[in-house]
């Protein structure tokens, strides 16, 4: 029985990798774990921060692990966890987290844990086929978040008839109509090829990763992360309620730093007059909807390849135009094509972090997701003012 269940998760890995895509990364998710937990900084705030997993993944007790999915999700479930469950990802918290595929080896090792934390909207692309295949219970932590469209958001200003080349390229993106990154909905949307971009939506799944109905970056709204904190809070205090109380601290610790940043934030950009900033990868729009502002993608919601010349010259004009000071670039990745766009402006390339992955020293230092927010938060800020 086990193993006809091993050869299941066989045949499903090689499925999944048989796709094929750069994400492959190091399996290194278990070690991963032990990186983090590394020399455990004491929290000058006081109660909350997870400083005894060492002590607890040395018992090594197989009911004791949770999983979450990737680095906010990750981070977020070992400041609630503390040190009731040893927390570990499921990815390589290190590599960009779109597109990866998990191995044999870490779908066994997943099947064995109770449970695993997942952002949901669509950004774990591996987890509705592996989810059949494991016993596993997949907790989808944006649950009660109202999820942007993927196409929806966004208006295309190209010609008919060359969609579908300029969709793959990224070329979806109409900077000139400043509502509309805030339409949720298909309906909202004025243009009149909507079958036209069901048609791509479908050719893209074909062609790249799938792409997914949703914009998946919900956590990188520090409301949605509060939210999203919830969740992990009430389904630990469901499986351990002796601790229930442990964890409803640990998560109003965060809900409190999150809800003094979004004040804080709020206020600010309410202040400036200039709401657009470019960004390496589509990953902003829940952020953008929040404070009332405007990302100008130089990629689409997945990609974080080179950008298509075409867009490249948009954005370029518009950021003239708009007199845009800073290029952001992915903070970990390339930083050359932010710094070619920004000297053609006149502007500087700085970095931003889509919190999908984290730096060694990141995770050394056991970086929050609050931290990574408020960084993030206070760059664009700064590019703004
Ligand atoms: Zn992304």
Redesign the pocket.
Known sequence: MKNKKIITLLALSLALTACGNNNQGEPANIENTEVTSGPSTEDSEGVVRPSTEKEKSEENEESSVVYASFYPIYNLTKQIAGDKFEVKSFTNLKT???GFEPSAKEIADLSEAGLIFINGAGMEEWAEDVEENVETDFVNTSENIEYIKAEGGHVHDHEEGEEDHEHEEGEDHDHEHEEDHEHEDVEDNDHEHEDVEEHDREEEGHHHHNHGEFD??TWLDPENGKEQAKVIADKLSEIDPANKDYFQANYQKIADELDAIVNEYSEKFSSVENKKFIVP???FGYLAKRFDLEQIPLNN??S?GETDAKVLKEVTDLAKEEKLKVVFYEKGGSDEEAKTLANEIGATAEPIS?I?FASDEELENEVTYQELIKENLEAIYNSLA
């Open positions: 960009e987290s779109h998946p970056h990868h589509e990953a919601l997945t974080t889509t999908e």
